[in-house]
């Protein structure tokens, strides 16, 4: 079935480790995006990227790094936790063009301590 | 860039009551205008959306307006039912290919039985 695949689902990391957030897409979309959300609230991107060898650096700050070598697969790299960086991390993904929507993964709940 | 308001943040509606949820956008460009229903521990997905060719589109108890002149949209949900609770996120997006979808920061909706 056609999805966008987040792991892990949940991660606690210890401070300074180098973590890296798998997201895959089996929907062959072009555009594929990094948001974090606090639980229950607003969602801030972070990366983005229109396709393959294309990536942007979204309106939220982030210590974090992507790359989009293939077109299902867009992770998300942090070279060095820190608490400040717990929170949930949501990729989605949608087709080229501006009017099609975006489908989410169930997200990672990242907790560094 | 793009930018979303969203009010109110919190909204609480008796059961059977209607909900209303105002957006407005700043870029004169945008064109196409989903919204989101994010329920407790799960993804943010699509329940409707507004292409700016039309005024309002309707699906069963959900309903958007768009008004482009004053740049603001609605999302209106009427007999509201228990499941409708949620955080309900309004978004925004350009001409071309190459626009990113802007997201509102939310709108906590709770209905009391």
């Known amino acids: 079935e056609a999805d966008i695949y987040q792991t892990p689902r949940y991660l606690v990391i210890g401070t300074g480790k180098k973590i890296t957030l798998e997201c895959s897409q089996t929907?062959?979309?072009?555009?594929m995006y990094w948001y974090q959300q606090d639980p229950g609230m607003e969602l801030h991107l972070i990366h983005y990227?229109?396709?393959?060898?294309?990536?942007e650096k979204g309106d939220l700050s982030s210590e974090s790094t992507v790359s989009r070598i293939r077109t299902e697969h867009f992770p998300l790299t942090l070279e060095s936790a820190r608490p400040s960086h717990t929170s949930q991390y949501l990729c989605?993904?949608?087709?080229?063009?501006?009017?099609?929507?975006?489908?989410f993964g169930q997200g990672t709940r990242l907790t560094v301590v | 860039g793009e930018n979303v308001e969203q009010h109110p943040s919190t909204l609480s509606v008796q059961e059977g009551d209607s909900a209303v949820i105002k957006c407005t956008y700043s870029?004169?460009?945008?064109?196409?205008f989903p919204w989101y229903k994010q329920e407790l521990g799960k993804r943010p997905q699509l329940i409707i959306d507004?292409?700016?060719?039309?005024g309002e589109k309707k699906d069963q108890r959900i309903a958007v307006t768009l008004n482009k002149t004053a740049k603001h949209f609605s999302l209106h949900i009427t007999e509201t039912q228990p499941e409708d609770s949620a955080v309900y996120f309004c978004?925004?997006?350009?001409?071309?290919?190459?626009?990113?979808?802007?997201f509102g920061t939310g709108t906590k909706l709770q209905v009391i039985p």
């Open positions: 989605a993904s949608s087709e080229q063009g501006a009017r099609t929507e975006a489908f």
């Open positions: 929907m062959g979309h072009d555009k």
């Open positions: 990227s229109y396709g393959v060898n294309s990536t």
């Open positions: 870029d004169s460009a945008s064109n196409y």
């Open positions: 507004i292409r700016s060719n039309v």
């Open positions: 978004a925004a997006s350009g001409l071309g290919g190459y626009q990113k979808v802007t």
